[in-house]
């Protein structure tokens, strides 16, 4: 009896050092597998940011668009100040005061206008830019036509 439990231990340690020669040789191979995931994983983590960056990119380059075409009206805008403001009108009003009606096209237009009536006006001239009187504080007196 003795000599089968002699045996039955060596079997058991037998058993066991199989196994765990079994595990030193997937050691190796599993420390690699390791490895690559953790590579697989930073490689998902860097095309997760290059997509990132690519969006915040783009975004980046339609702002920019945004402002250059901004800085361009705006430069428009200062171009037509600065004629006006070059030379002052009749009134003595320099004419680039009216600088405030750039914001709207219609504003704009009357700008351009102003100046342009402004250069063809002869020296002396009275057809020059002129500033209107503020509205009378009185209502208007009745007339034939509204009585």
């Known amino acids: 009896m003795l000599q089968e439990a002699e045996l039955r231990d060596s079997l058991a340690r037998t058993s066991t050092l199989e196994a765990e020669m079994g595990e030193l040789r997937l050691r190796p191979e599993a420390a690699e597998v390791t490895r690559w995931r953790q590579e697989a994983e930073e ?23 945004l402002l250059r075409s901004e800085m361009k009206g705006l430069e428009r805008a200062l171009a037509l100040v600065g004629r006006g403001r070059s030379s002052v009108s009749r009134s ?5 005061f009216a600088g405030h009606y750039l914001t709207g096209s219609s504003g704009r237009r009357r700008n351009e206008e102003e100046a342009r009536q402004h250069k063809r006006a002869p020296e002396g001239s009275e057809t020059g830019p002129r500033v209107m009187a503020p509205p009378s504080p009185r209502p208007p007196e009745c007339t034939e036509e509204s009585g």
């Open 92 to 96: 003595g009003i320099p004419s680039g």
């Open 43 to 65: 490689a998902t983590r860097w095309r997760t940011e290059a997509g990132d960056l690519r969006t915040q990119l783009g975004e980046e380059r339609h702002h920019c668009e």
